[in-house]
């Protein structure tokens, strides 16, 4: 996906395809915090308020400022 990458975040295209991954991750206690921990570390990492609020005043200065 754009905003994290394919070891970051289960995605899945059809409903089949959601239910596997429901089954995988409730019987694979090691890849599902492997999963949640690379997703907290680029979310603390580039995803916080703060982030956003610096990404906003950028784009403040660049059109008014």
Not at 1 to 29: H, M, P, Q, W
Not at 30 to 45: C, D, M, N, P, S
Request: one cysteine or more; proline letters at 0%.
């Amino acid at each position: 996906t754009r905003l994290f990458g394919v070891d970051e975040i289960a995605v899945f295209s059809s409903i089949e395809a959601c239910r596997e991954k429901i089954a995988f991750y409730r019987d694979n206690d090691e890849a599902r915090r492997a999963i949640v921990k690379a997703a907290r570390a680029r979310i603390l990492a580039e995803h916080t308020y703060a982030h956003r609020l610096r990404r906003i005043a950028r784009w403040v200065m660049e059109h008014f400022g």
